[in-house]
């Protein structure tokens, strides 16, 4: 039975998991060192915080030629944004298309703050992201309706060999997880605790980020931040992580 | 003005010590790092740090470029009365931050 | 789109040649450098004691971008007898001296952490100045491993 047909089934949608998806699923913090997990525990020393202070400042601060803030119609955003971000990918009919937590922050900065998107990796863009109310949640995406289409490219993406290093995504992180590559433990791949500070980077960075750093992994062409390619990733590791606590802002090496 | 966070306990009996914990958003450039083109990126860093409570200068640090980006520091004080604990800073190019917390002493 | 990319593809491979062909700045140093100099200017001839130094560093640090530290100094910390300075030396980052931090009688207690940078696998040494010209000195040896997968960092 093809990928496609197990997808497409009725029963099976919006259930993802195929005889490779590792069980039980564990987040990329339990195949970091231990100082490592510590930072991410540590609410005062996770210099992920450091973003999410100035997103909480950001979330007050009017934008645009409406000159108004998040606040001005969220309110509250330890209530009102509350479990928003693990839902997410989503679907947005407001939108008409399925959209990442960066995407929906634009398009609210844009069509209602009538302000210029924030870039891709922009502080701001990076700040408000961190400050998502979803913090120690379940990952809780659904992928179904107009979302399934995307859900399989995903899969499709997921599953493809690439790059220089002609390797898939499931080759390492379905097959090989939990077994040392160089010095490190292969993780299963999730989108848990993103954005999240890598010290690689020296700094906070989105899921996107990652991804296309996974990319460079293999040697690939790096997809553009916002492409339909990485959206499609984003999908469907959301639904292979179902369920997975996600507790960002994570720390990874 | 830089960003910074700063911890102190709940509160502290007198005479006691205890630990003052800073955060500072900085990049630490170290200068070695180049971009895309090739081109050197500029050394960029917190290069002084201080701590004021109860009348005193209680820490100070000079920093390299070998501290960590945004720089995390912990050290210790004796609790003296109730009041501010200051942490001040200032980087390579006279940008300086400032955070305080009180410190309630039994 | 494709030329884009070719454009941008070209510029990359010029900065890397670029690079590649020697740079007016030093490369990160991965030679041990004697750092004994560095310690006799704050000694001035002083032989440091080698004990009450405590050093928690883990034994092998995944990436050298962010390694914890915690440093203690058995002292009193009172008016007469307490750590003035402590000072944090690795012998292969490019510069040794990583940082120091100034005590005295109202910090309590001779203890600090810290994030460093560790430029590669080496002995860290800690150097701390105590008063009456006073000097205690204590190592600690880290494994620093790097990033499997090279990331694109700057990209």
Request: aromatic residues 6%; contains cysteine.
């Amino acid at each position: 039975m093809s990928l496609s047909r197990v997808l497409r089934s009725a029963f099976l949608v919006p259930l993802v998991v195929t005889a490779q998806t590792p069980q039980p699923l564990k987040s990329g913090i339990e195949f970091q060192s231990a100082d490592v997990r510590a930072l991410q525990a540590d609410a005062f020393g996770n210099p992920g915080m450091l973003w999410v202070e100035r997103g909480a400042a950001l979330w007050n601060a009017p934008r645009g030629e409406r000159n108004i803030s998040c606040a001005s119609c969220h309110g509250d955003a330890t209530a009102s944004m509350k479990g928003v971000a693990a839902r997410y990918p989503a679907f947005l009919a407001s939108l008409g298309r399925v959209a990442n937590v960066e995407q929906r922050i634009n398009a609210c900065v844009v069509d209602n703050q009538k302000a210029v998107a924030l870039p891709y990796e922009s502080p701001e863009l990076l700040a408000l992201t961190a400050f998502r109310q979803s913090r120690g949640q379940p990952i809780a995406a659904r992928a179904d309706g107009a979302a399934a289409a995307l859900l399989e490219e995903g899969a499709r993406i997921y599953h493809r060999r690439q790059g220089q290093l002609n390797l898939a995504c499931t080759s390492c992180h379905d097959a090989s997880w939990g077994r040392t590559l160089l010095n490190e433990k292969v993780s299963q791949g999730h989108p848990a605790d993103w954005p999240a500070y890598r010290f690689e980077w020296q700094a906070l960075g989105s899921l996107e980020r990652r991804l296309r750093a996974c990319y460079f992994g293999v040697r690939a062409e790096l997809p553009p931040y916002g492409s339909p390619d990485l959206l499609a990733l984003q999908v469907y590791l959301a639904q292979r992580a179902a369920g997975l606590v996600s507790d960002p802002p994570g720390v990874r090496r | 003005m830089l960003l910074g966070r700063i911890q102190v306990p709940p509160s502290v009996r007198r005479g006691e010590a205890f630990e003052v914990r800073i955060l500072v958003e900085h990049p630490m450039e170290t200068g070695f790092r180049r971009d895309m083109n090739g081109q050197s990126i500029p050394v960029y860093i917190v290069n002084k740090l201080s701590c004021r409570y109860a009348g005193y200068e209680v820490f100070s640090a000079e920093l390299g470029t070998g501290m960590s980006a945004n720089p995390y520091m912990a050290f210790f004080a004796v609790a003296e009365s109730s009041g501010e604990v200051a942490v001040e800073w200032s980087d390579d190019r006279g940008a300086t931050g400032r955070v305080t917390a009180m410190l309630n002493v039994t | 789109m494709a030329g884009d990319i070719q454009v941008k593809r070209r510029r990359f491979l010029a900065g890397a040649a670029a690079a590649a062909a020697g740079a007016a700045l030093p490369s990160r140093s991965q030679e041990v450098q004697d750092i004994t100099p560095m310690l006799d200017k704050i000694t001035r001839g002083v032989r440091p004691q080698r004990s009450g130094v405590e050093i928690e560093l883990p034994q092998i640090a995944e990436n050298g971008n962010s390694v914890p530290m915690r440093i203690r100094v058995a002292s009193p910390m009172s008016a007469e007898d307490h750590v003035k300075a402590i000072y944090i030396f690795a012998e292969r980052n490019p510069r040794p001296l990583i940082a120091t931090f100034h005590l005295g009688p109202h910090s309590g207690r001779a203890e600090i952490s810290t994030r460093v940078r560790l430029a590669g696998t080496q002995r860290v040494t800690v150097l701390a100045e105590l008063t009456k010209d006073r000097f205690l000195v204590g190592p600690a040896d880290v494994l620093v491993t790097s990033a499997a997968c090279m990331d694109e960092a700057t990209l």
